[in-house]
Nanobody, 126 residues
């Protein structure tokens, strides 16, 4: 069983930066790809960013490309999401997720994820 716990959310102003963390339990964390998703009020959960287990590949939604950076520290069982130039449209609950397929090559659909954290709220004021 894997447990994911997000942290780092908060209230910031437009243009500010924020870094989210997701700590995972379980010894096999380092072998699985990890992703970040978000869900704004009244909207469906959407993909934000993902990283392969080896850190060799990263993926970003067009809406955050150039502003967000994903990274992971397998020794610490933690994945990070550095967010800069935040916009009010980035306001959402941010979730980290894990897919139990080391060679996952899908399109990072919500339904493909095997484990989810409970989320951390990011609010960006204008």
């Amino acid at each position: 069983q894997v447990q994911l716990v997000e942290s780092g959310g908060g209230l910031v102003q437009a243009g500010d930066s924020l870094t989210l963390s997701c700590a995972a339990s379980g010894r096999t964390f380092s072998t699985y790809p990890m992703g970040w998703f978000r869900q704004a009020p009244g909207k469906e959960r959407e993909f934000v960013s993902a990283i392969s287990w080896s850190r060799s590949r990263t993926y970003y939604a067009d809406s955050v490309k150039g502003r967000f950076t994903i990274s992971r520290d397998n020794a610490k069982n933690t994945v990070y999401l550095q967010m800069s130039s935040l916009k009010p449209d980035d306001t959402a609950v941010y979730y980290c997720a894990l897919v139990r397929s080391p060679a996952y090559s899908g399109s990072w659909r919500v339904a493909d994820m095997d484990y989810w954290g409970k989320g951390t709220l990011v609010t960006v004021s204008s």
